[in-house]
């Protein structure tokens, strides 16, 4: 091998890692949405110091990405079994159109920053009934799939 063959060898090898390393960058820039929801919350009256009985699904959106999305819709959905969930066939789906918090929606939520609501827990149990699989999620901008996570309602 010559100097000229080994100089184009690097230049290849260079250009395919400059490449990745873009790829990697492109892939890594897109909207990254985080979801939470923890169930059996209960919210506390100041006034008198104590618990209320409602039983409340407290979700969490953070914005892990580095753009800026906007939640556009809190939904659920209940499988009577991990058949019907593995076809995405649900026996309850619905939408929470003015969850409970300071921020409605539609929000606007920044790169960093998160989002906070409460959904009534009582009334989702009504409608998708006992057992099976409760998911909580939220529609965003930034995708046209809703991000969802499992919630252990028991």
């Known amino acids: 091998m010559d100097v000229f063959q080994v100089a184009a060898w690097w230049g290849a090898i260079v250009a395919t890692l400059v490449l990745g390393w873009d790829v990697y960058k492109w892939r890594k820039s897109r909207a ?5 929801a923890s169930p059996n919350m209960q919210t506390l009256n100041s006034l008198e110091s104590r618990l209320e ?6 979700v969490e959106v953070v914005n892990q990405g580095d753009r800026l999305i906007t939640i556009t819709h809190v939904v659920v959905k209940h499988y009577k ?7 995405n066939k649900p026996s309850m789906q619905g939408l929470i159109p003015n969850p ?3 921020q409605p ?3 606007e939520l920044e790169p960093g920053k998160r989002w906070t609501g409460l959904i009534d827990q009582r ?3 009504a409608k998708s ?6 998911y909580c999620g939220v529609s965003h901008t930034a995708s046209k799939k809703s ?3 499992r919630v252990n309602l028991e």
């Open 32 to 36: 990254s949405v985080r979801v939470s």
């Open 147 to 149: 991000v969802y996570v």
């Open 81 to 87: 079994n991990i058949w019907d969930r593995l076809r």
């Open 53 to 58: 009985d409602d039983k409340n699904i407290f």
């Open 129 to 134: 009934g006992n057992g099976g699989y409760f």
């Open 100 to 102: 409970v918090g300071q």
């Open 123 to 125: 009334d989702i149990e």
């Open 105 to 107: 929606i539609p929000y």
